[in-house]
């Protein structure tokens, strides 16, 4: 199966528990190219949910990024992390975790916070695909740094399309492990037939 440079992100919610997490993520690794998964919430949250997934995911060579907690990705030896739009704290963290760890920021849909982030050094910007403006397009088109595109549904074709480097499918699919294998299943054929 030949794909595209586009991949898929998995974002686990605080409000999974760590048994569905690891069954979910179990399910979506056998549908599709996961490249990475990062947990969300509070640290409990997000120590809970790394209980579940973080064998998983490291055993199949898939990045494991904490949100917003440089001291917990150290504690746990994930991959690296993702935080808020800062660039102070952006420098903080690849002074904590080092330069071989991933420090990426979420950007929302902010065009200056995503070109001040990358000029910054993070690896990735994570973009919101909504809201009106074609951002994904235009960030493609003029950087290198990749992108982490979260969708909201029926957004995927045209993300693709546009060039995102990396796709968040959305949160439903962790209602279930049959819905975690058939969203990531549908997004890995439509990035699949982009590249055809």
Same mark, same amino acid.
């Given at each position: 199966?030949?794909l =595209?440079? $586009?991949?898929? !992100?998995?974002?686990?919610?605080? #409000?999974?528990?760590?048994?569905?997490?690891?069954? $979910?993520?179990?399910?979506?690794?056998?549908?599709?190219?996961? +490249?990475?998964?990062?947990?969300?919430? =509070?640290?409990?949250?997000?120590?809970?949910?790394?209980d579940?997934?973080? /064998?998983?995911a490291q #055993?199949?060579?898939? +990045?494991?990024?904490?949100e917003?907690?440089?001291?917990?990705?150290?504690k746990?030896? &994930?991959? *690296?992390?993702?935080?808020? +739009?800062?660039?102070?704290?952006?420098?903080?963290a690849? #002074?904590?975790? *080092?330069?071989?760890?991933i420090?990426?920021?979420? $950007? *929302? &849909?902010?065009?200056?916070?995503a070109?001040?982030?990358a000029e910054?050094?993070a690896?990735?910007?994570?973009?919101?695909?909504?809201?009106g403006e074609?951002? %994904?397009a235009?960030?493609?088109e003029? !950087?290198?740094?990749?992108c982490? %595109?979260?969708?909201?549904?029926?957004?995927a074709?045209?993300?693709?399309?546009?060039? /995102?480097? !990396?796709?968040?499918?959305p949160?439903?699919?962790? /209602?279930?492990?049959e819905?975690?294998? =058939?969203e990531?299943a549908?997004? &890995? +054929?439509?990035? &699949?037939?982009?590249?055809?």
């Amino acid at each position: 199966m030949t794909l =595209s440079k $586009c991949r898929l !992100f998995l974002v686990v919610p605080s #409000s999974l528990a760590a048994r569905a997490a690891r069954v $979910c993520l179990e399910e979506a690794l056998t549908a599709g190219d996961v +490249a990475a998964v990062k947990v969300t919430g =509070s640290a409990p949250d997000q120590e809970r949910l790394l209980d579940g997934v973080l /064998a998983i995911a490291q #055993s199949a060579g898939i +990045a494991v990024l904490t949100e917003d907690d440089v001291d917990l990705a150290l504690k746990r030896m &994930t991959d *690296g992390v993702e935080i808020g +739009a800062d660039v102070s704290r952006l420098a903080a963290a690849r #002074s904590m975790l *080092g330069e071989s760890a991933i420090v990426a920021a979420r $950007c *929302g &849909t902010s065009r200056h916070e995503a070109m001040e982030m990358a000029e910054a050094g993070a690896d990735y910007v994570a973009l919101d695909a909504g809201g009106g403006e074609n951002l %994904v397009a235009w960030w493609a088109e003029l !950087f290198e740094v990749p992108c982490v %595109v979260v969708l909201a549904p029926g957004e995927a074709r045209q993300a693709i399309a546009d060039g /995102a480097d !990396f796709l968040v499918p959305p949160a439903n699919m962790w /209602a279930s492990p049959e819905k975690a294998r =058939s969203e990531v299943a549908e997004l &890995t +054929a439509m990035i &699949t037939e982009a590249g055809a």
